[in-house]
């Protein structure tokens, strides 16, 4: 039978649906982006992007385009409740997945900045002014009900319908999915302003109980201010007046009404939508969770999920996949989501205290773990953190070699390629699909590999060499050697295995070749299927 060839609907044009519909458009998947609002947003949001985001927007070839909005940063600097320096959190491993660990942005600068690139490819309709008012799955997609500015409503026939329509996303409400988790009172000012001069390339977190703060200096002169409210300063969802704009940010600057460039007052929740799918309906981002700002987490998690579910609606549009593979996305983002929505709660309490009990405490915790060099680990390289690994959806555990991999996300550290022998970023090399790394296998075990997974054209083999050793090309296979000693010691565990890598980087099994058959079942029943080449229906 001939595969649709509807288009994927993405509802909302903030940073998650941006990526998103650049993901699926350098997959060759067309797309209809609509967004309720006339153009992208100027409102303060989110200010800082992590590695593992960059790393995502590389796969759509726009990580270089971005990092000339960003400020490359040193992770944050957290200060006790008298405003002297606590610890500088940097994250771990400089460069482990190609780039610096967070960096500050302005999010209208990346929004015109992914909205252009959708404007320069094949296959995507952007349309603004444009909302989504019914939608109905059918029985070979979905059938949404389109209003736009005229105020006339339209019918689409489309394949999937993605809500990355935010905190009061349609999409969840027409669907009527509900969000568990609780609703907090705190209200915080947040000012965005240039003519600033804090130069750092870190955020600033100022544990004062009498007034907890937030600075991120930002490129060009700008500078984020955000600050706890005290009881009859200011209303959630209201503007702040610039007397107490001004009085706040004093300590730090002189300011002028011209030199705010947005500003509101805001509160937040901590929740996360009881299901993300429904039937042909998807949610991402804040449709499905939304958190806390203290972690930094809140976009940079709507990115995860918008790199999870990209490749695999795309596998499934292309017919490179059976409709099942899309079962793993919320299996595999949920436990993560869920995990930074409560430590972002819970960082908020501690770093963003007004109980001065509670702040002394803090500061006596905090320097005592940094008497010792597991709590400076500790507290430097963010280990308190939670780390996304998937327990479920697209994982195999098989006990063989280095199961710390298994559903980690994999590093990307440079390696060689012959014949140039040029250094290259990892990404670079394994494509787009998924990729099988043989870490010192011989050529039978290779043969056995390959007889006993699914022959597809979206699955790159790649032979990898450890040590100081030269890679060894192959007619069938990409072949890439240590450049800095990083792969090996990404891979070292791994040696004589096989790491089967999925799309969006995260490991889904490390196996021996005599597991491979093992491996390729669960492939299988996850519905990664040979590739067949797609039929255009009229």
Request: aromatic content about 6%.
């Amino acid at each position: 039978m001939p595969l649709p060839v509807l288009p994927v609907l993405i509802v909302g044009a903030g940073p998650v649906g941006l990526t998103m519909a650049n993901l699926l458009a350098a997959r060759d998947v067309p797309v209809v982006l609509v967004e309720r609002n006339a153009t992208t947003s100027d409102e303060a949001k989110a200010i800082s992007l992590d590695d593992e985001s960059l790393r995502t927007l590389q796969a759509a070839g726009l990580a270089e385009a971005v990092l000339g909005i960003v400020v490359p940063g040193t992770g944050t600097r957290y200060y006790d409740r008298k405003g002297r320096p606590l610890f500088h959190a940097r994250g771990p491993e400089p460069y482990r997945l190609g780039y610096t660990f967070k960096n500050q942005f302005a999010q209208p600068e990346l929004e015109r900045l992914l909205l252009q690139s959708l404007k320069e490819r094949d296959g995507v309709d952007v349309r603004f002014a444009t909302e989504l008012v019914a939608v109905a799955d059918t029985a070979d997609g979905a059938l949404a009900h389109l209003r736009g500015a005229d105020g006339d409503v339209t019918d689409l026939r489309v394949s999937w319908v993605l809500g990355c329509d935010g905190g009061r996303s349609t999409v969840r409400e027409l669907r009527r999915i509900d969000m568990t988790g609780t609703s907090h009172r705190d209200v915080w000012l947040v000012a965005d302003t240039v003519g600033d001069d804090h130069d750092e390339r870190y955020g600033m977190h100022l544990g004062r109980p009498d007034r907890p703060t937030v600075i991120v200096p930002g490129r060009d002169g700008r500078c984020r201010y955000e600050f706890r409210l005290r009881p009859g300063e200011g209303a959630g969802g209201t503007r702040p007046d610039f007397a107490t704009i001004q009085r706040l940010v004093a300590p730090y600057r002189d300011i002028t009404p011209d030199q705010v460039e947005r500003c509101t007052n805001y509160t937040f929740n901590a929740v996360v939508a009881d299901r993300w799918r429904d039937g042909r309906c998807f949610l991402l981002g804040d449709a499905a969770h939304m958190m806390p700002p203290f972690a930094g987490q809140g976009l940079n998690s709507g990115v995860r999920d918008a790199a999870n579910l990209a490749w695999k609606l795309a596998e499934v549009w292309h017919g490179r996949a059976a409709a099942s593979l899309l079962d793993t996305y919320e299996p595999e983002r949920r436990p993560h989501a869920t995990a930074m929505v409560a430590f972002s709660e819970r960082l908020g309490r501690v770093v963003m205290t007004v109980d001065p009990m509670r702040g002394r405490l803090r500061d006596a915790a905090v320097r005592t773990l940094l008497l010792t060099p597991w709590g400076r680990r500790y507290l430097a390289e963010m280990r308190f953190r939670p780390r996304a690994v998937h327990a479920a959806g697209l994982v195999v555990r098989t006990g063989s070699g280095d199961e710390r991999l298994t559903g980690a996300q994999f590093p990307q550290p440079r390696v060689l390629v012959p014949p140039s022998l040029h250094p290259r970023l990892l990404d670079d090399v394994l494509g787009t699909g998924l990729a099988l790394l043989g870490v010192d296998v011989g050529a039978a075990d290779w043969e056995r590999a390959a007889a006993a997974l699914p022959a597809s054209a979206h699955l790159t083999h790649v032979d990898v060499r450890l040590g100081e050793r030269l890679p060894r090309p192959h007619a069938s296979r990409q072949a890439v050697a240590d450049a800095d000693g990083r792969l090996e010691a990404a891979l070292a565990g791994a040696r004589g295995r096989f790491v089967l890598v999925k799309p969006d980087r995260y490991v889904a099994a490390v196996f021996a070749a005599a597991d491979a058959a093992r491996v390729g079942t669960v492939l299988g029943r996850h519905g990664v299927a040979p590739s067949r080449p797609r039929e255009e229906t009229a």
